[in-house]
């Protein structure tokens, strides 16, 4: 079965400080990639996905993602965060085949942005 | 965009008690619907899939019995908790897709169980 893992459990910036959030994934076969945001108090909300094409996938809020199938990796970055980027993060995976589209998520990443 | 509301937010009920949690898809129809549970500091663990007027496709180690889950329409699928004990303690939140596998799905804000 697949799996997804994410390196950092808890981030913690200053505004202005890039971020990178890594996210690998354990299938061989076709994916569909997802990073959820979740902020305080709220659900779960789509940053960015990809399906296929170009690698470099752009989402709302300024945020990006880089599929490299050489390293199963699906990492998010934004070069400036903000104090209002403070969530946590959910990357999260389809695996090809999968009928009904079967999520499976990372364990999730805190960020924590001080002003 | 879409939305998906769940209801209640949060319950308290005695241990043996059962407790319906709803999930609605308030601007679009879902033709599947997800359930996840979360526990603490943990990620969202599918629970089961349901199509609508079809039985739902548990996963793995869930008791279908215990987990009774329903999608008797296009907008409305309800996980009922039944016979709760504390260990059923949990965060519960159910998501929507309107059509195919790869299309996005919408995640309603969850519902707090706990069982005394």
């Known amino acids: 079965a697949q799996s997804v893992s994410q390196h950092n459990h808890h981030v913690i910036l200053s505004e202005a400080a890039s971020l990178e959030l890594g996210c690998n994934y354990s299938?061989?076969?076709?994916?569909?990639l997802f990073w959820y945001v979740q902020y305080p108090g709220q659900h779960l909300q789509l940053l960015l996905k990809y399906f296929s094409g170009d690698p470099l996938v752009k989402g709302i809020k300024g945020f990006e993602a880089e599929f490299i199938k050489s390293k199963f990796s699906f990492n998010l970055r934004k070069p400036s965060v903000q104090w209002s980027d403070t969530a946590e993060y959910f990357c999260a995976v389809i695996a090809g085949g999968t009928s009904y589209g079967k999520l499976t998520f990372g364990q999730g990443t805190i960020l924590t942005v001080h002003p | 965009g879409a939305v998906v509301s769940q209801h209640p937010s949060r319950v308290i009920c005695k241990s043996g008690t059962s407790v319906k949690i709803e999930c609605r898809s308030l601007d679009f129809q879902a033709t599947t619907m997800f359930w996840y549970r979360q526990f603490p500091k943990q990620s969202l663990m599918l629970m089961a899939t349901?199509?609508?007027?079809?039985?739902?496709?548990?996963e793995q180690g869930v008791e279908k019995d215990k987990f009774l889950i329903n999608h008797a329409s296009l907008t409305l699928s309800t996980l009922t908790v039944t016979s709760a004990h504390p260990e059923d303690s949990s965060f519960y939140i159910c998501?929507?897709?309107?059509?195919?596998?790869?299309?996005?799905?919408?995640f309603g804000p969850g519902t707090r169980l706990l069982v005394l």
């Open positions: 299938y061989g076969g076709t994916v569909n």
């Open positions: 349901s199509n609508e007027g079809s039985k739902a496709t548990y």
């Open positions: 998501s929507a897709r309107a059509g195919r596998a790869k299309e996005t799905q919408y």
